[in-house]
């Protein structure tokens, strides 16, 4: 079987307050670490999310 094109990733809080976000990236056009400026509402504000792997 072929791989999926898409792959679902973990977007974690870079500010460490432990919230995440689970969302889909496209793995043949984006193959570098995702980052993406998103609201963290445990701070209440917008930080960086970094991409992580799903355990």
Do not use: Q
Not at 3 to 32: C, D, H, Q, W
Request: net charge positive; aromatic share 10%; proline share 4%.
């Amino acid at each position: 079987m072929a791989k999926p094109t898409t792959a679902k990733i973990r977007l974690n809080s870079s500010s460490g307050s432990g919230f995440f976000y689970v969302t889909k990236k496209n793995t043949r056009t984006m193959t570098e670490k995702f980052k993406i400026k998103k609201y963290d509402p445990v701070l209440r504000k917008h930080v960086e999310f970094n991409e992580g792997k799903i355990k």
